[in-house]
């Protein structure tokens, strides 16, 4: 038991936390434990969730991607442009997917081939994707979608709604993909700077592309639950999503340094800030704090799991270190 909890150490501290959240949550409203109640905010939640999953691989090869909620924003106008033009739902599916693999792939290309910074690539992608989807959709989007076509964001299996199975078959999904897979170990591997990654034949280029590419599909995913749980696409859709989507990684325990990092604690971190946004929403907490809770949290998971990394950094760069090297 206690090689469990220290080996999963992040993560009991995330369902510690967890449970003062459901604790503090029940004290400020009645109608938090409410399971109708519940069942939304989680069906709400499963786009920001499955985009965070998405993210995860990414960073762990050293990498970033912001442009996952213009790419959500382009699924999502896409597959209900389509539903409006009478075009069958499987078709509308491969369609959407193969226009967010080619945006995957992109972003892929031009940060592991090319060799640009992430952030740079992603944050115009970000804007460029965005122009697409209102493109696509115009200015006032697309309503009158199929019923067929909300599938993946309504109904329910058993006790779960939809999306949250989605999201719980994706979770096992990444578990596979990080933890049972070659991709898994090669991009712990590329993010870790492991020296021997080239000379074993690792393809750092092609591993990063896979990556991305499977961060955009699963926007692609987050993008056909949207549409299912608001009947409706824009392409404003996911925007102001991404600081939860990084807050997500961040606080799952994945080291922004690449390298480290579980799905187990991604998973729990989405679930604490599931608890979280409930529990500010039934507190009418305004919509401008509840950013400024986000930021700081966000804050907090950079720096209280990297912190030794942080210190490292800053010691290395100190006027002393730098005077003695030069000696």
């Not at 597959?79 to 992109?106: D, H, I, N, Q, Y």
């Not at 991305?212 to 056909?224: I, R």
């Amino acid at each position: 038991m206690k090689a469990i909890l220290i080996r999963y150490r992040w993560e009991t501290v995330l369902v510690i936390l967890i449970l003062l959240g459901v604790v503090i949550g029940s004290m400020l409203s009645p109608y938090f434990l409410d399971f109708g109640n519940f069942s939304r905010s989680a069906m709400t939640f499963v786009p920001v969730a499955l985009m965070t999953l998405g993210l995860f691989p990414v960073v762990v090869t050293g990498e970033i991607d912001i442009s996952l909620p213009s790419t959500l924003a382009v699924s999502a106008v896409l597959f209900a442009k389509l539903s409006e033009g009478g075009v069958e739902m499987p078709a509308a599916l491969v369609a959407s997917a193969l226009l967010c693999t080619f945006l995957g792939a992109v972003n892929g290309v031009l940060v592991a081939v090319a060799g640009l910074p992430s952030m740079a690539v992603t944050l115009g992608a970000m804007g460029v994707y965005r122009g697409i989807a209102y493109l696509i959709g115009g200015d006032a989007g697309v309503t009158g979608i199929s019923e067929s076509y909300l599938a993946f964001g309504r109904g329910w299996v058993w006790w779960f709604p939809v999306p949250v199975v989605v999201f719980i078959v994706m979770a096992v999904l990444v578990w596979l993909l990080m933890s049972r897979s070659n991709f898994g170990s090669y991009a712990y591997a590329i993010g870790s700077g492991a020296p021997a990654v080239r000379s074993a034949g690792i393809s750092v280029a092609r591993t990063k592309i896979g990556a991305y590419v499977f961060a955009s599909l699963m926007a692609w995913l987050a993008g056909l639950v949207w549409v299912g749980e608001y009947m409706s696409a824009r392409g404003d859709n996911g925007d102001g999503t991404i600081m939860l989507v990084l807050t997500g990684v961040v606080l799952g325990g994945v080291s922004i340094f690449g390298g480290s990092g579980k799905t187990s604690g991604v998973v729990l971190s989405c679930c604490l800030l599931l608890v979280l946004q409930t529990a500010m929403s039934l507190a009418n907490v305004p919509g401008t704090t509840q950013t400024l809770i986000s930021g700081a949290v966000l804050l907090i998971a950079v720096i209280v799991p990297n912190a030794g990394q942080l210190i490292d950094h800053l010691h290395r760069r100190s006027p002393g270190r730098s005077v003695e090297h030069a000696q």
